[in-house]
């Protein structure tokens, strides 16, 4: 495909946040909405916002990139309703600061600020206390969407809701998401941030549990054989005055952030961070957090990510029934005694809701489970046996979060996988929207 | 007070229209398509605290848009600066462009500017305002390549110069910025042999430099160097250079 100025594509290499997934892909920049339109119709395209996504979900080869960062701004707001409509590529940090200071929260945003509101709803994701705000789908009013042949529709829960619904983790299959209006929630002063350690996996699923209503709710973990599940599980309550605020005013992490040249999560530098985290929420609290802080945890992530190393890593995120947890978990901790893997970093969330299509929801505790270098074969050996136990446990896979998973695991980790598949399909029936990640897992 | 910036939708005139309202400046924005004015509009006045109103306008086919700007700055502050930051280049301007295409690329790079600078000289003069022309890298000497469009570009390089001589800084602030490389649409996916500036980079200059006088220069300072560099390349050397 020779570059085509009329639509200005380039060549560019492009790579997943875990930096599992890469490819050099023709990409279009389009700044105006006639640069959307004049790709021609039957051209193999996926829509890329931020590309922040751990895995390829955004490129892919042997396809056209656009690329809708520049279609990034606020179009009508609603300060009585708290009705906010935006382009798909505004990113919700953005829009998270826009809503803030005009008393308002978007409730449900990932933890990556720059990730794009189009890419929350393609990934349908989840915020920092699932069991109570649900995924990104209930806070979504309406969608502009572009069809390649149909060309714009509006669509929302009595207008095309087929289609509405299936943009929800349809990781773009249904269409280039143009807009989207965002019912937001009367924002709180700051959130009064308490920590609670745990002993162990089974624990924080009992302190989520119990904590259920918070509105910021996730555990971090240990994942050493000797330390295994100890942690820390951390909840926020609304603060009705901002007295005397903890955490610094936030700056975006990056889009992309450069690794160190080499990885710093070895057994030692494992250990350190574990401990750094012990420390660091050593105090119960309350302490008073900003908002914005207590939403956007990863700002404060950047050397983090940088220690992967060149590597890279892979989460897999598993969202485990309550009634097969205590189980799994010991069956993880023996898997994790006898394979000894590298594992950066568990983190629990609770959740309570219906799952839809591919959207990764239920009831259950999920565990994300960070893992550097994934192609080590000892790494290697243990994210399939994670694989394999998860399955074994009904646990459902995160197909936005792991790049290490396979067509066959996701379609035994989702029971309707082939329903949900043919009904995002039906919206694309010549295959035109494509990605690396729709490519592996046969969507 | 006012400012119209003609070619808002995309790049720098994108980054200047973000600029003037995060200085407060109300804004009339022009560009050919009502989606993108529509949005852009919107955006800046839920962002800052400014008004913005919207004129689309297809400037290849128009043969007085001033007259249109100045129907459309009806019902808003006094006209304070006009900003002219349109152009349109086109991969087959080597020479071999038909009447209809050559007439087209003058229209928007060098009719336009000109007309719509005519038709609100009057109002900027009224409040002693600025008006800010943008040339290009590629009008410092004629290529095989962009021949149309340097053309223009040096020709409206040449009416700014007029527009100095006849009015004083201190009665009508006349300024031209000669553009090197910027990272944009138009430059997306190209290979090119210096750095390109960030639009958002070269607009706060722009908007700062709003109060300072009359003056021709490059964006950024260095390419001035690069220009210099290139008028002074000898014929037989200069015209080896195609690419």
């Given at each position: 495909m020779s570059p085509r100025r009329g639509f200005a594509l380039a060549q560019l290499d492009l790579r997943s946040f875990d930096r599992s997934c890469a490819a050099r892909c023709h990409v279009q920049k389009p700044d105006r909405y006639r640069l959307i339109e004049a790709l021609p119709a039957d051209v193999q395209r996926i829509t890329r916002g931020?590309?922040?996504?751990?895995?390829?979900a955004s490129f892919g080869e042997d396809c056209v990139v656009q690329d809708i960062g520049a279609f990034d701004r606020l179009i009508e707001f609603d300060a009585e309703q708290g009705l906010l409509t935006v382009e798909a590529g505004a990113s919700v940090g953005d829009v998270t600061r826009f809503a803030l200071g005009h008393g308002w929260l978007l409730p449900v945003v990932p933890g990556h600020p720059r990730a794009s509101i189009g890419g929350c709803i393609a990934a349908d994701v989840h915020g920092k206390n699932p069991a109570r705000d649900g995924t990104f789908r209930r806070h979504v009013e309406a969608i502009e969407l572009f069809d390649p042949v149909a060309g714009w529709l509006a669509l929302d829960a009595d207008d095309e809701a087929g289609r509405f619904d299936a943009c929800f983790a349809g990781f773009g299959i249904p269409g280039l998401i143009g807009s989207a209006t965002l019912r937001l929630v009367r924002a709180p002063a700051a959130y009064a941030m308490r920590s609670l350690h745990v002993a162990s996996l089974v624990e924080a699923g009992e302190v989520l549990q119990a904590h259920a209503g918070a509105p910021v709710l996730y555990g971090w973990h240990d994942a050493r054989p000797g330390h295994f599940g100890r942690g820390v599980v951390r909840y926020g309550l609304e603060a009705k005055e901002a007295e005397r605020?903890?955490?610094?005013s936030p700056v975006d992490l990056p889009k992309a952030i450069a690794p160190w040249p080499l990885c710093a999560w070895n057994r030692l530098g494992i250990a350190a961070m574990n401990g750094w985290i012990q420390h660091r929420y050593a105090h119960a609290g309350p302490r008073h957090v900003a908002v914005e802080a207590a939403l956007f945890p990863l700002n404060e992530a950047r050397a983090y990510y940088a220690?992967?190393?060149?590597a890279g890593f892979v989460e897999a995120q598993w969202l485990v029934p309550h009634a097969r947890y205590a189980d799994f978990i010991e069956a993880l901790h023996s898997a994790v005694s006898r394979l000894r893997p590298r594992i950066s970093l568990i983190a629990s969330k609770l959740f309570d809701g219906d799952p839809q299509g591919l959207s990764f929801d239920g009831r259950g505790i999920a565990l994300a489970i960070q893992m550097p270098q994934p192609r080590e074969r000892r790494q290697a050996a243990f994210i399939e046996a994670l694989t394999t136990l998860a399955l074994e446990h009904q646990a459902r896979p995160n197909l936005i979060k792991d790049s290490s998973l396979d067509a066959a695991s996701a379609r035994r980790g989702i029971a309707d996988f082939e329903a949900a598949r043919e009904q995002l399909r039906r919206f694309d029936p010549g295959n035109l929207q494509r990605s690396g990640l729709t490519a592996r897992l046969g969507l | 007070m006012t400012a119209v910036v003609v070619g808002a939708s995309s790049g720098l005139g994108r980054a200047l229209a973000v600029e003037l309202a995060r200085n407060g400046h109300d804004l009339l924005l022009v560009a050919s398509d009502p989606r993108d004015l529509a949005v852009m509009a919107a955006d800046l006045r839920l962002r800052y605290p400014v008004q913005t109103a919207s004129l689309a306008i297809d400037l290849a086919g128009s043969t007085n848009p001033g007259a249109r700007i100045l129907e459309a700055l009806?019902?808003?502050?006094?006209?304070?600066a006009l900003l002219l930051p349109v152009g349109m280049s086109r991969n087959d301007d080597d020479g071999s462009l038909s009447a209809a295409g050559i007439g087209q690329m003058l229209a928007i790079n060098l009719h336009a500017p000109i007309a719509i600078a005519h038709a609100l000289l009057p109002a900027l003069l009224a409040t002693r305002g600025a008006i800010v022309g943008f040339g290009s890298i590629a009008g410092a000497r004629g290529r095989s390549r962009n021949v149309v469009y340097a053309s223009a570009k040096r020709g409206l390089e040449t009416y700014f110069e007029s527009l100095r001589h006849g009015h004083l800084p201190s009665a009508l602030r006349v300024q031209f910025h000669k553009l090197?490389?910027?990272?944009s649409n138009l430059t997306f996916g190209m290979k090119l042999p210096l750095p390109a500036a960030e639009p958002e980079a070269i607009a706060r200059t722009v908007v700062a430099a709003l109060e300072r006088g009359s003056f021709t220069r490059y964006q950024p300072r260095w390419w001035g160097q690069v220009a210099l560099l290139v008028r002074s390349l000898p014929w037989f050397v200069f015209r080896r250079m195609r690419d």
């Open positions: 931020a590309g922040v996504s751990y895995v390829d605020l903890g955490g610094r220690g992967f190393g060149t | 009806d019902g808003l502050p006094p006209l304070s090197g490389f910027l990272r």
